[in-house]
T-cell receptor, first 111, second 115 residues
């Protein structure tokens, strides 16, 4: 089977840096994605790692270690609008539209 | 804005009824997938459609069915509704090659309440 684990909630203050970890167990690995979701709205794609290393997109970075079945999302210069749920997800096979999501991490950014 | 639109946004049904949810994919996206998201959980894959055929299915019973039309829009049908079907139903589209980057474009969802 396939499963992903991530912390259920994280709290940080404005301007800080926060790291959200994700460990996964999959039968076959095609890449790790991160999504942001505000208040049950549309999940929004943030980043994707297929190979080991760090991918940077503005204030957000994502890291992958395939040997450790581990990745993280790093959010820098936190803003109040970053308060949301963050999901890691792996592809469920060679069908591009099938993602297996973690349970989500609720990030609260305090002033 | 992802360009993916879903209707209706909210609906209430009673146990045993049937429901049809609709999704218009982003222009040029030929792959549509449907997800169920219960409160406080991550989205769960229901199935995917490509070229009007089901192309992958998650762990959902046959009373969950779907269609994809020539314009790539899609429907999700759920028969014999159960209380546990209460959830946010998300539609996601992608061009077939972009889906391999893990990037899906989600709609805002249809929130179904079953009483």
């Amino acid at each position: 089977g396939q499963s992903l684990e991530q912390p259920s909630e994280v709290t940080a203050v404005e301007g800080a840096i926060v790291q959200i970890n994700c460990t996964y167990q999959t039968s076959g690995f095609y890449g790790l994605s991160w999504y942001q979701q505000h208040d049950g709205g549309a999940p929004t794609f943030l980043s994707y790692n297929a190979l080991d290393g760090l991918e940077e997109t503005g204030r957000f970075s994502s890291f992958l270690s395939r040997s450790d079945s581990y990745g993280y999302l790093l959010l820098q210069e936190l803003q109040m609008k970053d308060s949301a749920s963050y999901f890691c997800a792996v592809r469920g096979g060679n069908q591009g539209g099938k993602l297996i999501f973690g349970q989500g991490t609720e990030l609260s950014v305090k002033p | 804005e992802t360009g993916v639109t879903q209707s209706p946004t909210h609906l209430i049904k009673t146990r045993g009824q049937q429901v049809t949810l609709r999704c218009s994919s982003q222009s040029g996206h030929n792959t549509v997938s449907w997800y169920q998201q219960a409160l406080g959980q991550g989205p769960q894959f229901i199935f995917q459609y490509y070229r009007e055929e089901e192309n992958g299915r998650g762990n959902f019973p046959p009373r969950f069915s779907g269609l994809q039309f020539p314009n790539y829009s899609s429907e999700l049908n759920v028969n014999a509704l159960e209380l546990d079907d209460s959830a946010l139903y998300l539609c996601a589209s992608s061009p077939r090659d972009r889906g391999h980057t893990g990037e899906l474009f989600f709609g805002e969802g249809s929130r179904l309440t079953v009483l």
